[in-house]
């Protein structure tokens, strides 16, 4: 296979120099060879569709949207460059240590899908591609061990409530800012110094009740998605949930065992257990009598969202995860839909508010939550810079590539700093956690609060204190 790191740069470059570059497998190709079933690097199930590949017409808007391709000019990892592995790998080409790391380096933001004028479904191109290189690549012993350990606890709530600890001790003993400030780790172990400097200050929360009846008159009955990450670390941001969905006349069910949605699985390749994931959320939501199932959390609600796709070719499951999808709503969705009837009070902060990728890029979701937080008395509302780049969290990316990583939320703490913003404003833990990081390297402390919490300090008219812990 020719390799295609021959781009470097800021600019578009013209799909014919990508595709004379790459050892020019065309639209005929791709099609001809699904055509005649000549497929070496991928094979069933989740074969990356040639109609899909085809679709990409390497015009490059998609370039200054990807932040791999915004650090590093590289055009095969940007997504047309990606596309065009793909299609390689339809072609016959066999899955290549290199091909798969250009894979694995994209952040799955999916930006790209937003910027791209022919609606090319990259989305989905890539999370079929990367069931692939589960399958068929095998990566370096030390990255094997990290991604299991990484598996073994991130999708499981419990295990991860039993670092609360720990991390509690940790911090009060001071040694956590001796290790940040002696810069040893980052030198000797930059994953394990990602971690830390991930790593939130654990909350004290009491689990909330199996149901919370409405406040007035009851409009509508809800599950909620407690998380894994959101549970174990945020619990403050789902008490905050329940509150405002109370408020607005839920009554709002939070029935245990409901475990991980299957996100980080999904996302990551590994469809098998994200499809046992989403049967057991199913089983569980399933008997509730919910109306809709909310989500605070953009990684996770984009997932839910796809639970019809994931469970398609199980027919025990695939009605259920149909009609299981439909009710799926963010927070914001669901509140814009139903419109607000709990008392708005005064909450004078200047808020800067960081579009989530998976809610604005996967979901769609942008209007919703600045309509909710400029109907807040006293809130100004401030755009962020170059607001469509992600802040290099991108589920477990950040913990995968360290380095790059700390980069693009450097870049995104300098964005949300120059708005001249009180508190940073997001849906997703992942963001919290790792811009959160940045502005602490940084020494620029500000609040960082999800949507839910701003809205709950407005309706409980607890003031700016409340989002100054």
């Not at 199913?282 to 796809?306: H, P, R, W």
């Amino acid at each position: 296979m020719a390799d295609v790191n021959a781009t470097h740069g800021t600019g578009a470059v013209p799909g014919d120099v990508v595709r004379a570059a790459a050892g020019s497998t065309s639209r005929q190709d791709v099609l001809r060879a699904a055509e005649d079933g000549t497929v070496s690097a991928f094979d069933a199930p989740h074969l990356p569709r040639a109609d899909l590949v085809a679709d990409c017409v390497h015009c490059g808007f998609c370039l200054p949207a990807c932040p791999t391709y915004t650090l590093w000019g590289e055009e095969m990892d940007s997504p047309r460059g990606r596309i065009h592995l793909i299609g390689q790998g339809l072609a016959g080409e066999p899955l290549s240590d290199t091909m798969a790391r250009h894979f694995d380096n994209c952040l799955g933001c999916m930006a790209c899908v937003t910027a791209c004028p022919s609606g090319v479904r990259y989305d989905t191109l890539i999370e079929d591609t990367r069931a692939q290189v589960e399958r068929h690549h095998t990566r370096p012993a030390r990255e094997r061990a990290l991604r299991a350990a990484v598996f073994a606890l991130f999708p499981y709530p419990r295990r991860l409530r039993l670092l609360r600890a720990p991390l509690w001790a940790y911090e009060r003993s001071g040694l956590r800012r001796l290790i940040a400030r002696s810069g040893l780790l980052t030198r000797l172990a930059p994953t394990l110094a990602a971690l830390d400097a991930l790593a939130p200050r654990p909350t004290s929360v009491p689990r909330p009740p199996r149901r919370v009846p409405a406040r007035g008159p009851r409009r509508a009955v809800v599950g909620m998605l407690t998380g894994c990450v959101q549970s174990a670390f945020f619990p403050d941001v789902n008490a905050a949930t329940i509150r405002v969905l109370a408020a607005e006349g839920c009554d709002v069910l939070v029935p245990p065992g409901q475990g991980c949605c299957g996100a980080l699985s999904l996302h990551n390749g590994r469809h098998a257990e994200a499809a046992r994931f989403a049967r057991r959320m199913i089983d569980v939501f399933e008997q509730t009598g919910m109306d809709y199932f909310v989500v605070n959390a953009a990684g996770c609600g984009s997932s839910l969202k796809e639970y019809a796709g994931l469970l398609a070719d199980d027919p025990a499951y695939a009605p259920r995860a149909a009609a299981f999808a439909t009710k799926v709503r963010d927070l914001t969705e669901l509140l814009t839909e139903l419109g607000p009837v709990a008392e708005r009070h005064p909450l004078p902060v200047t808020a800067a508010y960081h579009d989530a990728c998976h809610l604005a890029h996967a979901q769609g979701i942008r209007a919703q939550p600045r309509e909710l937080l400029r109907a807040i008395p006293g809130l100004t509302l401030r755009e962020i810079p170059d607001p469509d780049i992600c802040c290099g969290s991108a589920g477990i990316w950040n913990i995968l590539n360290p380095t790059p990583a700390a980069e693009l939320g450097t870049r995104k703490a300098t964005a949300v700093l120059s708005t001249g913003a009180t508190v940073l404003v997001t849906a997703n833990p992942g963001c919290l956690m790792q811009i959160s990081a940045a502005l602490q390297r940084r020494s620029t402390p500000i609040a960082l609060a999800h949507t839910a919490q701003l809205l709950d300090a407005s309706i409980r008219n607890l003031g700016p204190p409340a989002l100054h812990p």
